[in-house]
């Protein structure tokens, strides 16, 4: 059985299909990549999922049940977290804070019991913020704002994480040093999905790759077929044109 079974996704903005009949498996252990120029959906497939966007058609499964019509702290709390291609800490509370805050009784997106000092202290070490848990996050670099993103869904304790575009704005310092966190996450039981718009990225990172172009799923296979597929090389040269 599949992680996570997406079939036949739709998601339609009024007249606009921004995701059309898209379908993606998800094994347990594998670390999936979700590739397309800007506005080809991905992020769509992500709010699907995590139930922020009510789907149009198709269905979503984890661990074998349905979840489409769950509400977001139902996703949550059965094991799916997303790291949002934006971020948003609330600036008024510590690193600490923002993290133990993903982890209280009848939070939005979580129904445990309230993190630990220590267990918060160990989130934060995980994505190697541990030195800022006192710090406010708008005096943190770009970088450590989008590890506290992380900490906060590795607070919710997920089985599969999805990443929407981790390394954006990151120097390649700063993606090499999370790309092997992401790699460490894999060893330590988790499974992910991450999204980049470009097609470098994360090539080296993932099992396999899933594109997406306008909506619709073009290609998916290896790294290494998908770099040398012609039907994504043209995608990707129209979107910047
Ligand atoms: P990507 O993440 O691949 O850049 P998105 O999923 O953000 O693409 O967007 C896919 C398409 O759906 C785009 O045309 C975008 O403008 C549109 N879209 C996304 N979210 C909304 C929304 N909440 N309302 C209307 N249109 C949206
Ligand atoms: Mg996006």
């Known amino acids: 059985m599949s992680l996570l079974e997406v079939d036949g996704l739709t998601k339609q903005f009024g007249g606009l299909v921004a995701v059309?009949?898209?379908?993606?498996?998800?094994?347990?252990?594998?670390?999936?990549?979700?590739?397309?120029?800007?506005?080809?959906?991905?992020?769509?497939?992500?709010?699907c999922i995590m139930s922020i966007y009510d789907v149009t058609d198709g269905s979503i499964r984890f661990n074998g049940g349905d979840i489409t019509d769950d509400a977001t702290h139902e996703v949550v709390n059965k094991g799916l977290s997303r790291v949002s291609q934006e971020s948003n800490p609330i600036d008024s509370m510590s690193v600490a804070g923002n993290i133990k805050l993903f982890t209280l009784p009848n939070s939005i997106v979580s129904l445990r019991g309230g993190a630990s000092e220590r267990e918060i202290y160990d989130y934060a070490a995980r994505i190697g913020i541990e030195?800022?848990?006192?710090?406010?996050?708008?005096?943190?670099?770009?970088?450590?704002?989008?590890?506290?993103?992380?900490?906060k869904a590795l607070a919710t304790e997920p089985e599969l994480l999805l990443l929407d575009e981790p390394f954006a704005g990151m120097n390649q310092a700063e993606i090499t040093e999370l790309a092997a966190q992401i790699e460490r996450f894999r060893e330590e039981g988790m499974?992910?999905?991450?999204?980049?718009?470009?097609?470098?990225?994360?090539?080296?990172?993932?099992?396999?790759?899933?594109?997406?172009?306008?909506?619709?799923?073009?290609?998916?296979?290896?790294?290494?077929?998908?770099?040398?597929?012609?039907?994504?090389?043209?995608?990707?040269?129209?979107?910047?044109?």
């Open 191 to 241: 499974t992910m999905v991450v999204v980049d718009h470009n097609m470098g990225g994360l090539m080296d990172l993932v099992d396999r790759v899933v594109v997406l172009n306008n909506g619709t799923k073009i290609a998916a296979g290896s790294p290494e077929e998908i770099a040398e597929n012609e039907a994504v090389q043209k995608a990707y040269l129209a979107g910047e044109g």
């Open 20 to 47: 059309d009949d898209f379908s993606l498996e998800v094994e347990p252990g594998e670390i999936v990549g979700l590739i397309g120029p800007n506005g080809s959906g991905k992020s769509t497939v992500f709010n």
């Open 131 to 151: 030195d800022d848990l006192q710090e406010m996050p708008d005096e943190l670099p770009h970088a450590d704002v989008r590890r506290l993103e992380i900490a």
